[in-house]
């Protein structure tokens, strides 16, 4: 049985204007990997409503798992929420265990609880809430769409929250070799191999250290034995 | 008139599985941004056919500019050329410009042009090369298509010779403020500001340092006037 799917949209302009650096899509590409989800596709987006809008309907029809990361917080360009409830035909307003999960969160630090703040309780109707250990402004999850904050901490600590709730699949197993020779030379018997493990996914990745060429040669698949198998062959090819 | 605008496609599964951090998508958002190039989205897909196919006839059709990075090396599971070619229908085979590009670049170092070395000489008919001054072999340029390495000094060199070669529009100007106070205080004013500039983009950075929350206020533009007076009213309702 093939793994369960996942696609990832990154939402903001400052990812796209180079500003920011996103760091999220690595690590949830890390954490899908480690539970057998395969993330097949990843769209960074700016905060603009339609863009955000025909995202999330065309990969939430494509993708069995979708993560959003950014535009849920207070200020005027956070407006995933809403494009989600919109995406899907779904009323929003402030929601009433949103509200009460940030009243009880500014009342320890003595924070009023304005207007602004207000809007992290936006949630649509029959969405999930996503647990945010980190500040408290919830994420929610809305048919197979999950959306989560944009700063790393907080997107992290949802990660950890929604994954042992997904279904996954044969977690990727991986064997890497380093080989001190250009791609060039490596390539055909590399691709023999490859060609005879239809089942494994066989990549080269080149690298340049101290003028010489090496690639790393690593082996993915869900069979341990397969891939100890395959990299044998490659011990021999290259040794 | 609006700026000019590009898609990046982002190629290889080791990004999607979380193995390799890619690093070209924040390289290129700065260069394209520092001559007025609006990058709008940014697509990270498999080494598979069909959806590279897809996904750079879908992004030429919408963009002005598109740059993609990965799967021009030797190995088999290089394929991004080839897909280049079937997406604009093309012929592609080994090209004798490229071919000689190569021929010289490995006569220096006595190394064999093999067979699959000769794979990256596997140029579209009627596409321009890009000049690849690290490692030789060329990216090249097909309709409005930037096809470029994966291995971030070569993609970044190839960067640095196509980006003379584009039309750029008015660059983005900025200025940040650095507000010490939670974004639910700083939400409604900072909205207003949005409001009151339309032509200017306002972000909201928010970040946590030492148990203290702050955002980062980005003011974003062509004119360097209207930016300095949003700039003015920000910092007198956030003195």
Request: proline share 5%.
């Amino acid at each position: 049985m093939p793994n369960p799917t996942a696609a990832m949209i990154v939402i903001g302009d400052e990812i796209l204007s180079g500003r920011t650096r996103d760091s999220n899509m690595h690590h949830l590409a890390g954490q899908l990997t480690s539970v057998g989800i395969d993330l097949k596709e990843v769209r960074v987006i700016g905060d603009e409503h339609g863009t955000i809008i025909a995202a999330v309907q065309a990969m939430s029809k494509i993708y069995d798992n979708v993560f959003t990361s950014g535009g849920i917080g207070p200020t005027h360009d956070d407006i995933t929420a809403d494009c989600i409830a919109t995406a899907f035909d779904k009323h929003i307003d402030v929601r009433d265990d949103a509200r009460e999960i940030l009243a009880t969160h500014y009342a320890k630090s003595g924070t009023e609880l304005n207007e602004a703040r207000l809007r992290m309780a936006r949630i649509p109707d029959d969405a999930t809430l996503i647990d945010n250990p980190v500040s408290a402004a919830p994420g929610f999850k809305l048919e197979n769409v999950h959306v989560m904050a944009g700063v790393p901490a907080v997107f992290e600590a949802m990660v950890a929250t929604v994954l042992p709730t997904l279904t996954g699949g044969a977690p990727l197993i991986s064997a890497t070799m380093r080989i001190d020779r250009g791609e060039g030379d490596i390539a055909g018997p590399l691709g023999q191999v490859a060609k005879e493990n239809p089942n494994l996914s066989i990549g080269s990745y080149p690298f340049q250290k101290d003028g010489k060429y090496g690639a790393h040669i690593v082996v993915r698949g869900n069979n341990q034995e397969e891939i100890d198998a395959a990299m044998r062959t490659l011990q021999a090819a290259f040794p």
